[in-house]
């Protein structure tokens, strides 16, 4: 196997909020286009960890490195308007409710990230409308968030992730919301466009199903990774011993998203 | 029993629940407060029997008219507030199975609560200004603390009048989360504003502008002070009426030409309710309107100023001053009230989205554009087109010279400047709203 391109490099990564320790010491390499699910309990800081490496949250202590092809960037280096561009044009996000804006057309969500970075509404609608219909959103354009169903607004997410051609795409549960069928469509929307066109892809899941698909998985707990084990080629190897699997076989709680 | 139970499991206020709560009370007791001061300033007028006492009711009636919408506005947005906020918890109620009744006491519950707390502080600031306010002087005299004391009676009805206008409030925002527990978070339904709105308000305003012109040619005082009363509340609901369908033509022509997110979000946003949109700045047009009044009256004053007249005329025309810019005032505080409500309340029910988009790396400049233009680009219409009203219903009575007077035209364009800096402030204000709101990322856990 090639030398992997790390994209992005975590170093005891430290984060707390008053005695809560959300991260103690996480150390974490992502290489360019590989897909990592980051699972854990509830409250195990896997959140936490996701805002870190996407620069939405600076730790306490640690080093946080993106690598790009233009050289490294510190990103809790960064104070918040430069993390904010950061987020703005090299990420994409999804989050477990699309949170897309109601106001605008599904259209229209997906242009805006273009349009943020500057590029002109036509243009920016016309490859919103392309990412449309390659997430088999097509005739949908002109709808408004509250107008789709669960399963289509979130791929509308997808694609307003998708937009800016982001290096790395991060996910916060974002299946959580839907049943079983839709999550999988959705998730197959979510691989495609991203490991499937050489994008990386970094998703906090509480679904087995889903962490199986991707190449990589990182456990937390208490804000430790206890386990980081690959797929490769069908094949699994685990980095840890598998007797500390036992803890984390358990779904975690089922929190009621009823806010 | 079981609904107050409830009713404080969520009252229990959370990082931004706190803001959700203390503004309307704060709104209702402020509106409480300028509501009785209004009253008992006009009650003083009614004790006399001389030759002008009729004249000084009559102008204390109008005053009080003039003052009766921005007030039902600011209690109205208030209430809309406090009962809005809940929406959420409310669908999600429904959603656990809570039946409709419960739910509609619980909202109502809420709100009544809130605004006869509001309501309470707000008689306690009532009393706590008629020291100063006392200190007006009308017909050569102050007024004195004493004579600005209400019978304990009415005070309590205004109390009473407050929480029943919460209630009533909280139905009315209830019906959508009733009706669909699950449309309420989805916002399915951009409501349309439909074009008979148009029709409507040129035929209202028509029959108030013949309605005006006709008593004018025998001039009745009181005639001509019930006719001005009527003739502003329907020019007002003209208004309520007009004003979110020509919005909405705007906003539409504003969205085709949106090239920067800002834009794009402020037009949707203004599309998404004009309704809402007008309410945010009606305000606006009471004290545009207010401002036609006042410029003409004072332009009135001007005029026949200059003759010889007895002394207790030069007092009345002194007192009429007085009592143009005291209402002026009273209106432009509610009105800034109301924006503030009405802003912080915008913010808090998008809380989600913009921590989502602030996460996405939406600079907040940008965020907090849209949201100035979605209420600057409203405001425009509104004071155009409310002053355009004003002068419409008022021409028949005081004539173009009036109207059109130096002095009635700077009393029309300070308040249409004034009126302007006072959104730009209620916009101000709130931006801390919107940064707390992005500082304090995690929703409360309930
Ligand atoms: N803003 C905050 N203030 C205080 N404590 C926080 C904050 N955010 C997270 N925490 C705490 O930090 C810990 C890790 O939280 P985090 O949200 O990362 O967990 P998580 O693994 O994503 O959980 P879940 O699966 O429930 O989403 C938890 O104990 C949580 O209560
Ligand atoms: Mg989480």
């Given at each position: 196997?090639?030398?992997?391109?790390?994209?992005?490099?975590?170093?005891?990564?430290?984060?707390?909020?008053?005695?809560?320790?959300?991260?103690?010491?996480?150390?974490?390499?992502?290489?360019?286009?590989?897909?990592?699910?980051?699972?854990?309990?509830?409250?195990?800081?896997?959140?936490?960890?996701?805002?870190?490496?996407?620069?939405?949250?600076?730790?306490?202590?640690?080093?946080?490195?993106?690598?790009?092809?233009?050289?490294?960037?510190?990103?809790?280096?960064?104070?918040?308007?430069?993390?904010?561009?950061?987020?703005?044009?090299?990420?994409?996000?999804?989050?477990?409710?699309?949170?897309?804006?109601?106001?605008?057309?599904?259209?229209?969500?997906?242009?805006?990230?273009?349009?943020?970075?500057?590029?002109?509404?036509?243009?920016?609608?016309?490859?919103?409308?392309?990412?449309?219909?390659?997430?088999?959103?097509?005739?949908?354009?002109?709808?408004?968030?509250?107008?789709?169903?669960?399963?289509?607004?979130?791929?509308?997410?997808?694609?307003?992730?998708?937009?800016?051609?982001?290096?790395?795409?991060?996910?916060?549960?974002?299946?959580?919301?839907?049943?079983?069928?839709?999550?999988?469509?959705?998730?197959?929307?979510?691989?495609?466009?991203?490991?499937?066109?050489?994008?990386?892809?970094?998703?906090?899941?509480?679904?087995?199903g889903?962490?199986?698909?991707?190449?990589?998985?990182?456990?937390?707990?208490?804000?430790?990774?206890?386990?980081?084990?690959?797929?490769?080629?069908?094949?699994?190897?685990?980095?840890?011993p598998?007797?500390?699997?036992?803890?984390?076989?358990?779904?975690?709680?089922?929190?009621?998203?009823?806010? | 029993?079981?609904?107050?139970?409830?009713?404080?499991?969520?009252?229990?206020?959370?990082?931004?629940?706190?803001?959700?709560?203390?503004l309307?009370?704060?709104?209702?007791?402020?509106?409480?407060?300028?509501?009785?001061?209004?009253?008992?300033?006009?009650?003083?007028?009614?004790?006399?029997?001389?030759?002008?006492?009729?004249?000084?009711?009559?102008?204390?009636?109008?005053?009080?008219?003039l003052?009766?919408?921005?007030?039902?506005?600011?209690?109205?947005?208030?209430?809309?507030?406090?009962?809005?906020?809940?929406d959420?918890?409310?669908?999600?109620?429904?959603?656990?199975?809570?039946?409709?009744?419960?739910v509609a006491r619980?909202t109502?519950?809420?709100?009544?609560?809130?605004?006869?707390?509001g309501?309470?502080?707000?008689?306690?600031?009532?009393?706590?200004?008629?020291?100063?306010?006392?200190?007006?002087s009308?017909?050569?005299?102050?007024?004195?603390?004493g004579?600005?004391?209400?019978?304990?009676?009415?005070?309590?009805?205004?109390?009473?009048?407050?929480?029943?206008?919460a209630?009533?409030?909280?139905?009315?925002?209830?019906?959508a989360?009733?009706?669909?527990?699950?449309?309420?978070?989805?916002?399915?339904?951009?409501?349309?504003?439909?074009?008979?709105?148009?029709?409507?308000?040129v035929?209202?305003?028509?029959?108030?502008?013949?309605?005006?012109?006709q008593?004018?040619m025998?001039?009745?005082?009181?005639?001509?002070?019930?006719?001005?009363?009527?003739?502003?509340?329907?020019?007002?609901?003209?208004?309520?009426?007009?004003?979110?369908?020509?919005?909405?033509?705007?906003?539409?022509?504003?969205?085709?030409?949106a090239?920067?997110?800002?834009?794009?979000?402020?037009?949707?946003?203004?599309?998404?309710?004009?309704?809402?949109?007008?309410?945010?700045?009606?305000?606006?047009?009471?004290?545009?309107f207010?401002?036609?009044?006042?410029?003409?009256?004072?332009?009135?004053?001007?005029?026949?100023?200059?003759?010889?007249?007895?002394?207790?005329?030069?007092?009345?025309?002194?007192?009429?001053r007085?009592?143009?810019?005291?209402?002026?005032?009273?209106?432009?505080?509610?009105?800034?009230?109301?924006?503030?409500?009405?802003?912080?309340?915008?913010?808090?029910?998008?809380?989600?989205?913009?921590?989502?988009?602030?996460r996405m790396?939406?600079?907040?400049?940008?965020?907090?554009?849209?949201?100035?233009?979605?209420?600057?680009?409203?405001?425009?219409?509104?004071?155009?087109?409310?002053?355009?009203?004003?002068?419409?219903?008022?021409?028949?009575?005081?004539?173009?010279?009036?109207?059109?007077?130096p002095?009635?035209?700077?009393?029309?364009?300070?308040?249409?400047?004034?009126?302007?800096?006072?959104?730009?402030?209620?916009?101000?204000?709130?931006?801390?709203v919107?940064?707390?709101?992005l500082?304090?990322?995690?929703?409360?856990?309930?």
């Amino acid at each position: 196997m090639d030398a992997m391109t790390v994209i992005l490099e975590a170093s005891a990564l430290t984060k707390s909020y008053g005695d809560t320790h959300a991260l103690a010491g996480v150390d974490l390499s992502i290489e360019a286009g590989e897909a990592v699910a980051i699972m854990g309990a509830s409250g195990s800081g896997k959140t936490t960890l996701l805002h870190v490496l996407a620069g939405i949250l600076a730790p306490d202590a640690g080093s946080m490195l993106l690598r790009t092809g233009r050289g490294e960037i510190e990103i809790s280096g960064l104070n918040d308007r430069a993390r904010s561009a950061l987020r703005r044009e090299t990420f994409g996000f999804v989050f477990q409710q699309g949170l897309l804006i109601p106001e605008l057309t599904a259209l229209e969500n997906v242009a805006l990230p273009l349009m943020l970075r500057g590029t002109p509404r036509t243009d920016a609608e016309q490859l919103a409308a392309r990412w449309l219909a390659e997430l088999g959103l097509t005739g949908l354009e002109q709808r408004r968030i509250g107008q789709l169903s669960g399963g289509q607004a979130q791929r509308v997410a997808v694609a307003r992730a998708q937009a800016i051609e982001p290096l790395v795409v991060f996910a916060d549960e974002p299946t959580g919301a839907l049943d079983s069928t839709t999550s999988s469509e959705v998730m197959d929307a979510l691989i495609a466009s991203t490991t499937g066109r050489g994008r990386t892809l970094v998703v906090v899941t509480h679904d087995e199903g889903i962490a199986a698909r991707c190449g990589r998985v990182v456990r937390l707990r208490d804000g430790r990774i206890v386990e980081s084990r690959s797929r490769v080629a069908g094949f699994d190897y685990a980095q840890t011993p598998p007797a500390s699997q036992a803890a984390f076989g358990a779904p975690a709680e089922q929190r009621g998203e009823t806010r | 029993m079981r609904t107050l139970a409830i009713a404080r499991l969520l009252a229990r206020p959370a990082a931004s629940g706190r803001t959700a709560i203390v503004l309307p009370i704060v709104a209702f007791g402020v509106a409480t407060a300028l509501l009785l001061t209004t009253l008992a300033g006009a009650m003083t007028f009614f004790g006399r029997h001389d030759e002008l006492a009729f004249t000084y009711q009559a102008l204390a009636l109008l005053a009080c008219a003039l003052l009766l919408v921005p007030l039902v506005t600011l209690g109205g947005s208030a209430a809309r507030l406090s009962a809005r906020r809940r929406d959420d918890r409310l669908a999600t109620l429904r959603l656990l199975g809570a039946n409709t009744a419960f739910v509609a006491r619980l909202t109502v519950l809420e709100s009544v609560l809130l605004a006869i707390v509001g309501a309470s502080g707000g008689v306690v600031l009532y009393l706590a200004l008629t020291p100063l306010v006392g200190l007006i002087s009308f017909r050569g005299h102050p007024l004195g603390a004493g004579a600005l004391l209400l019978n304990p009676l009415v005070v309590a009805a205004v109390v009473v009048g407050v929480g029943l206008l919460a209630a009533v409030s909280a139905v009315i925002g209830l019906r959508a989360v009733v009706i669909s527990p699950l449309g309420v978070r989805a916002r399915q339904s951009a409501p349309k504003v439909h074009w008979m709105r148009i029709v409507l308000g040129v035929l209202v305003i028509g029959a108030v502008v013949l309605a005006v012109a006709q008593p004018s040619m025998f001039g009745g005082a009181l005639t001509i002070v019930i006719v001005l009363v009527v003739a502003f509340a329907a020019a007002n609901a003209v208004l309520g009426l007009v004003g979110p369908f020509v919005i909405r033509m705007f906003a539409k022509s504003g969205l085709k030409h949106a090239t920067t997110p800002q834009r794009l979000i402020a037009a949707r946003t203004v599309l998404e309710s004009p309704k809402a949109a007008w309410r945010q700045v009606s305000g606006v047009s009471m004290t545009t309107f207010v401002a036609v009044f006042a410029g003409t009256a004072l332009a009135m004053i001007g005029a026949v100023s200059g003759e010889r007249m007895p002394h207790s005329q030069e007092v009345l025309l002194a007192d009429i001053r007085t009592g143009v810019f005291i209402t002026l005032a009273i209106s432009f505080l509610m009105v800034a009230c109301s924006i503030g409500v009405g802003q912080a309340s915008a913010i808090l029910d998008r809380r989600d989205l913009y921590v989502s988009l602030d996460r996405m790396g939406m600079p907040v400049k940008t965020m907090d554009a849209a949201r100035v233009r979605s209420v600057l680009s409203p405001l425009r219409i509104v004071t155009i087109g409310s002053a355009v009203a004003a002068v419409v219903v008022i021409l028949p009575i005081a004539g173009a010279a009036l109207i059109f007077a130096p002095a009635s035209l700077l009393t029309i364009a300070a308040s249409i400047v004034g009126g302007i800096l006072l959104i730009w402030l209620g916009l101000l204000a709130t931006r801390p709203v919107l940064t707390r709101v992005l500082a304090e990322p995690v929703a409360p856990r309930e």
